[in-house]
């Protein structure tokens, strides 16, 4: 009787704790613009069915990487979604698209992807707040760079917008990361090289427009850039945080770093 009286406790408990937990979804998106299926993750937090709508983080992985690597590596992104109440969305952005609408690739269109296809998708499907008051963008290296450049280019769509170790200026590394594939190498195509970069892209800000938080370790071999777009961002006055601490360009360092950035969203969706 007590054997049976512990398992229906502890069969109990694990329902309630399943029940109060983050869910995953991994569900797969079409895009119009490049003809094919993009998988997603999608992670909802504790209470979403009782919830009306909830902000939206969408959080991009790095070069050479794919839409499970946040949950995989970092599963305490699940504990934050319920802790935030926040919806994360993790797509996939390619083996190295650096989130451009490639001029030279068809199959690399991740600027629209991203911030028109997916976003649509998200709203059609998910209880989510349909402003750019309840959405951000955040992710790391190439998906660092991608965060801060869709969200540059599409202030309609994102309040708020962070980078992790983010390839915030591509110039310094024209033969890196496939970039060349997608713009063409920067001897031959300089001027698509110069508008594409993220250190470029400040003059489409004003103060305040969006909420941003840049992050990067003093070992990470994209620092120099980071603190270049930090005083860049000073010097016009562009309100932001900048943090950067010892750390270099590894898992260890993004699995910290996410938790500032996903707190940082949740400050800004909450303000008044």
């Not at 490049?34 to 999608?42: E, P």
């Not at 083996?95 to 028109?116: A, G």
């Not at 591509?170 to 300089?190: C, H, S, V």
Request: hydrophobic fraction near 40%; charged fraction near 20%; glycine fraction near 6%.
């Amino acid at each position: 009787m007590k054997k049976a009286f512990l398992s229906l406790f502890v069969f109990s408990f694990l329902a309630l704790l399943q029940a109060q937990a983050a869910q995953v979804d991994s569900v797969e998106v079409n895009s119009a613009v490049m003809k094919k299926n993009l998988k997603v993750v999608v992670v909802r937090p504790a209470g979403y069915a009782s919830g009306k709508e909830y902000p939206v983080v969408y959080l991009l992985h790095g070069y050479s990487g794919n839409h499970s690597n946040w949950v995989s590596r970092v599963p305490g992104i699940q504990k934050a979604a319920d802790n935030l109440n926040m919806i994360i969305v993790c797509p996939d952005g390619g083996f190295s698209s650096w989130y451009w609408d490639s001029p030279v690739d068809p199959q690399s269109q991740f600027e629209t992807y991203i911030s028109k296809e997916l976003v649509a998708y998200v709203d059609k499907n998910y209880k989510t707040i349909k402003d750019r008051k309840g959405r951000a963008i955040t992710g790391l290296s190439m998906g660092g760079h991608g965060a801060l450049y869709l969200a540059l280019k599409h202030q309609d769509v994102y309040g708020a917008a962070g980078s992790m170790s983010g390839g915030v200026d591509i110039r310094p590394f024209p033969n890196n990361w496939d970039m060349a594939k997608r713009l063409g190498t920067y001897a031959e195509q300089p001027e698509r090289w110069e508008k594409n970069t993220v250190i470029n892209m400040l003059h489409l800000l004003t103060p305040n427009s969006l909420s941003l938080i840049i992050d990067c370790g003093t070992e990470d071999f994209f620092y120099d850039v980071n603190e270049n777009l930090h005083k860049q961002l000073e010097y016009r006055k562009i309100p932001h945080d900048y943090i950067s601490r010892p750390g270099a360009h590894n898992w260890p360092y993004w699995d910290n770093a996410v938790q500032y950035q996903l707190l940082f969203m949740n400050n800004y969706f909450n303000k008044k």
